[in-house]
């Protein structure tokens, strides 16, 4: 291969990779009670969103979402949330929802402008219904790309990337807080 094709075969790859950022990090292993995860532009470590299921499969109705880390930027290890990370950015609030058994509706503490719904679906597998270009998705995982330039960090943008529940299709939605 001569050196002008090594050149547009290399930064053809480095163009990937500026397109897509969420594509450069380790994706969590496969978990059946997984809802959906977090990552962040700033580090590798990821925020975890699973089930909390009761010993009748059932989602727990105290805490139906058990949030924590995965430490890749470190030694890969889980880690729960400390508090003021589970209060003021990663944390959940859910509450039952009176007209269907055995669901929750909830919203990020950080941001509450949109509101989710966590449940079983018909074959008893946790889902976490994410508003997705204004329908209810199943939400899989979070990109959110983080301005750390100033004091105080602040949000560029955040990628949502789901499924149809229908179409079992792919979904996507970039937003700015």
């Not at 929802?97 to 008893?124: M, P, Q, T, W």
Request: proline share 6%; with cysteine; glycine share 6%.
């Amino acid at each position: 291969m001569n050196r002008f094709s090594l050149l547009v075969l290399f930064l053809c790859s480095g163009l990937t990779s500026l397109a897509n950022p969420a594509e450069r990090f380790p994706t969590p292993p496969d978990s059946p009670i997984r809802l959906f995860y977090i990552q962040r532009s700033s580090n590798a470590n990821t925020v975890i969103y699973d089930a909390n299921l009761s010993s009748s499969k059932t989602l727990n109705a105290k805490d139906p979402v058990h949030t924590y880390w995965i430490r890749y930027g470190e030694r890969g290890q889980k880690e729960e949330l400390t508090t003021i990370q589970r209060t003021l950015a990663y944390g959940l609030y859910t509450d039952a929802i009176n007209a269907e058994s055995n669901a929750f509706e909830g919203y990020f503490l950080a941001y509450r402008k949109r509101k989710f719904v966590v449940k079983l679906d018909a074959r008893g597998t946790p889902i976490a219904l994410f508003p997705i270009n204004g329908r209810l998705q199943i939400l899989k995982r979070v990109y959110v790309s983080v301005d750390e330039s100033h004091m105080m960090p602040s949000v560029n943008y955040i990628d949502l990337y789901g499924k149809d529940p229908v179409t079992g299709k792919d979904v996507y939605e970039r937003f700015k807080p």
